[in-house]
């Protein structure tokens, strides 16, 4: 079967409506235009789907579980289904992406992978398949983030990673990100550079929601299974780059009774100047080679984001989410600190899942918005909490 049906296309030049696009200096066009033709040249074939099948079912563990979660949905008054991305191999959504690109750079003959990570999530995913796959893999990771995300940094040496602190800038996510491109710039022939959200340069948006399309695709599936209808009222994901959003929305995305509904990080408030809320409190600008909304300064420089989870700390968003919000086919919410730390509580009391910071933006919209009985919500439950332990219980981490 087809995994990669393409919705929502962007236009021959990568754009969304006004957002996207390919914003890089000359010397990474060829680079581009490579993926592209790659990415474009695979993504259809027979053989490729296959191994990405085969991977996802056995490596990873796919179909993850649309499970029914009774309490929390007794407690909320209406019908609410996790979708269990945190139970795949390394605990998130993030692996279905990293499994699409490292295939494809293999198909292209790369022995080389370059990353960048923040949490370290996707950082730890990229070092996960490059084991699988014998690749040479080098993980830019703020230094900030080096030094409170211990566990996931050691995870990634385990691997065989070479992780590089990055000292420029703030330190963070942002930084990662200059500096693997930088890296792509100096070795564009043995380099993939395998981006984890759906953000950046065209053809990477279109090509991280197309791998995690899976998502929605098996949710299709599984609620015809358990409820008789395909389609639920709402689909709610968080959003950081936003790529387990794309993956969660994409085969609901003509369906316009379905309300897709994304919570972003608000931090201490999305107008508090401490927050990551870039579709609430952005502008249109232009990061990381592709044109959004971003948080930016009176003087137009891009402002450091801020969130208590480093997974969702990005001061712009992928273009398609951008553009869905501004075509008012997703409804945006800003999530505060307080209320995912809130819902992460609950839903660990409730269900006995312990969910990761990001995702818990996500669950803290039962709180927030008002569903009827009848309602059919499914969350993206992107990852797992095991990374976040010290901040759920108040333990100070080493800054
Ligand atoms: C990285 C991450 C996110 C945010 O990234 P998106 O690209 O917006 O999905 C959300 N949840 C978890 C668990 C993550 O690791």
Redo the contacts with the bound molecule.
């Keep these: 079967m087809n995994h990669f049906t393409l919705n929502l296309p962007p236009d021959s030049e990568g754009f969304y409506g006004k957002f996207g696009g390919t914003f890089v200096p000359d010397i990474l066009r060829p680079n581009i235009t490579a993926l592209k033709e790659a990415y474009l040249k695979y993504i259809d074939d027979p053989d490729f789907q296959e191994e990405f099948d085969k991977l996802m079912r056995d490596y990873v563990g796919r179909p993850t579980p649309l499970y029914y979660a009774k309490r929390l949905s007794e407690k909320y008054g209406t019908n609410v289904y996790l979708k269990r991305e945190d139970l795949n191999h390394t605990g998130?959504?993030?692996i279905n992406n990293a499994i699409g690109q490292v295939l494809l750079a293999k198909r292209m003959g790369k022995h080389r992978v370059i990353a960048e990570t923040?949490?370290g999530?996707?950082g730890v995913a990229t070092a996960t398949v490059c084991a699988l796959m014998g690749m040479e893999c080098t993980v830019y990771m703020g230094k900030l983030d080096v030094d409170r995300q211990r566990p996931n940094v050691e995870r990634m040496k385990m691997l065989g990673a070479n992780v590089v602190p990055v000292t420029k800038g703030s330190a963070t996510l942002a930084d990662a990100v200059d500096v693997a491109l930088m890296d792509w710039c100096e070795n564009p022939d043995e380099t993939f550079y395998l981006l984890?959200?759906?953000v950046g340069p065209d053809p990477y948006p279109q090509m991280v929601a197309r791998f995690q399309s899976i998502i929605s695709e098996e949710i299709k599936q599984q609620l015809l299974q358990l409820t008789g209808k395909p389609n639920p009222d709402y689909v709610i994901a968080?959003?950081?780059?936003?790529?387990?959003?794309s993956g969660a929305f994409y085969h609901f995305i003509p369906e316009e009774n379905v309300q897709l509904i994304s919570a972003e990080a608000g931090g201490l408030g999305a107008n508090s100047g401490k927050t990551a809320a870039s579709l609430t409190a952005g502008r249109e600008g232009i990061i990381h080679g592709f044109k959004t909304m971003v948080l930016l300064d009176d003087d137009g420089n891009i402002e450091e984001p801020y969130s208590i989870s480093a997974?969702?700390d990005y001061p712009g968003i992928g273009p398609m989410l951008a553009h869905l919000a501004d075509t008012v086919r997703t409804k945006v919410i800003p999530v505060n600190d307080d209320q995912a730390l809130k819902a992460a509580h609950e839903i660990t009391a409730l269900e006995g899942i312990i969910p990761?910071l990001?995702?818990s933006h996500a669950i803290a919209v039962l709180d927030i918005l008002k569903f009827k009985p009848s309602d059919t919500v499914v969350i993206n439950l992107?990852?797992r909490g095991d990374k976040d332990l010290s901040t759920y219980l108040g333990i100070p981490v080493n800054e």
């Design positions: 998130a959504h993030k923040g949490a999530q996707h984890g959200s759906a968080c959003i950081g780059g936003g790529s387990n959003a997974g969702l990761a990001e995702s992107s990852g």
